[in-house]
């Protein structure tokens, strides 16, 4: 069972410094009307309030750090980590130091996500778990649910959505919309050009290729489903099993009957990468979009020159705004690489999320308090504005469900051009205009 405070006041906190967390537990943050609202701006490590004493907090970082995923589960631990800096450095969460284990989820398979959830929440007993992903079966969510372990994770899966909700778990947060808006807003966007003329597809055909799980299935479904009600015919359908590096057997096939449209699902790095570069030796005059994939480093890295003309999206991803930038430079001298536009971010994010909810609940193993303070939130960070459903504890989508940037997190669509990632929607985030890939004549 959750714990639960004594009736004289949090475990272990002074009311100097459960004050003192309230202010400082994001680095720079405020609140506004109470749990309404709190605005954070990275402040680098910089803190006001000196050094965090008294018993670590312990909280969890589910990752890949090995395995064909670990450049995200690098990207996701090091926003992590960059983030309990900033919270220690402004005094803790109230006035506690801040420690992150991390659980390797490896390959991603159901028996990791198990293990690593029964490790974090029996073994070390954290306070909060954090994830990229998460099982697609939701195998390891009763043991977060059981144990009210708040878990902040940001797997775009509508499956885990919905098992949220059938089993009435009231902990688990899902810190972006799901899967099932990507194809809505492309093809939102996709109708925009052509009716700009921006792009005159020859014909009204496409070709959708997915890897065999439900994420890359659900989203290569709602494409299909939606493109056909524009009058658009799929002539071509394939699922592969990713890690898959050799796309001879699909591009085969497309180059013998060239769609206007080719929608790739699968979304690792690696396989988008090959995919890229093996069409460029022979493009058809097709748009390519690619799932979430080339928002991780390595990609740019793999592709090089393949990649320019590609689109892409995500529902989560770092915005080039003030704030955002302020985030990439900084881990840019921190780490020496370039970020990724989404996971390093988020989970950045994520952690100041929970931390400015853990300081108000004055105690961070006061499950319930937690829970009900960041169901009550409204928080800007790097990625933009989260703000939950209140029966599903998912993230709202911008511009595609609520149509005001203060209230939902913007699904965002980029174009590789120069070897540059522009975002190209949505306003007022997106500066960037579509170009037509140069192998589209």
Same mark, same amino acid.
């Given at each position: ?68 995923? $670990? ?8 926003? #992590? +980590?960059?983030?309990?800096?900033? /919270?220690? &450095?402004? @005094? ?117 290729? $997915? ?8 989203? #290569? +479904?709602?494409?299909?489903?939606? /493109?056909? &009600?524009? @009058? ?210």
């Amino acid at each position: 069972m959750p714990h639960t405070p004594d009736p004289g006041g949090p475990r272990g906190v002074s009311r100097r410094n459960f004050v003192r967390g309230l202010t400082t537990a994001g680095a720079g943050g405020f609140v506004v009307g109470g749990a309404a609202a709190w605005v954070m701006k990275p402040q680098g490590g910089t803190g006001f309030a000196g050094a965090a004493s008294g018993e670590t907090i312990k909280i969890g970082s589910v990752a890949p750090v090995t395995g064909p995923y $670990s450049g995200d589960g690098l990207e996701m631990v090091r926003g #992590a +980590k960059m983030a309990i800096e900033d /919270i220690n &450095a402004a @005094g803790g969460v109230a006035g506690r130091p801040v420690e992150l284990i991390t659980a390797d989820i490896s390959d991603q398979a159901p028996e990791n996500f198990i293990q690593a959830a029964q490790r974090l929440v029996s073994q070390e007993q954290v306070a909060a778990a954090f994830a990229g992903y998460t099982s697609t079966t939701s195998a390891e969510y009763d043991i977060y649910g059981n144990a009210g372990v708040p878990l902040l994770h940001t797997n775009t899966l509508q499956a885990n959505t919905d098992y949220v909700v059938e089993h009435g778990i009231t902990n688990i947060f899902q810190c972006c919309p799901t899967e099932i808006w990507y194809a809505k807003g492309f093809l939102q966007l996709m109708q925009e050009w052509i009716d700009a003329r921006t792009w005159v597809p020859k014909t009204k055909t496409a070709a959708v290729i $997915s890897s065999n799980d439900s994420y890359s299935i659900s989203i #290569a +479904k709602v494409l299909q489903d939606g /493109i056909k &009600a524009m @009058g658009w015919e799929v002539t071509h359908y394939d699922e592969v099993t990713a890690p898959n590096a050799d796309w001879g057997p699909q591009l085969a096939r497309i180059r013998a009957n060239p769609p206007a449209l080719i929608f790739i699902t699968d979304y690792l790095a690696g396989d988008l990468a090959s995919f890229a570069t093996q069409f460029a030796s022979a493009p058809t005059p097709s748009l390519l979009y690619q799932q979430y994939g080339p928002s991780v480093p390595e990609y740019l890295d793999l592709a090089k020159g393949a990649a320019n003309g590609i689109l892409w999206s995500t529902t989560i991803g770092t915005l080039p705004d003030q704030m955002g930038t302020e985030f990439a430079d900084r881990y840019r001298k921190k780490y020496n690489v370039e970020p990724g536009m989404s996971q390093s971010g988020a989970q950045y994010d994520t952690v100041r999320l929970w931390a400015r909810a853990a300081a108000q609940a004055g105690d961070p193993y006061d499950f319930d308090t937690v829970t009900s303070y960041l169901k009550s939130t409204i928080f800007r960070g790097v990625v933009g504005t989260y703000r939950f459903d209140d029966k599903e504890l998912t993230a709202v989508p911008y511009p595609d469900k609520v149509d005001d940037p203060s209230l939902a997190m913007p699904h965002l669509t980029y174009q590789i051009q120069d070897g540059k990632q522009v975002l190209l929607s949505p306003a007022p985030y997106g500066k960037g205009t579509f170009v037509l890939p140069a192998w589209i004549h």
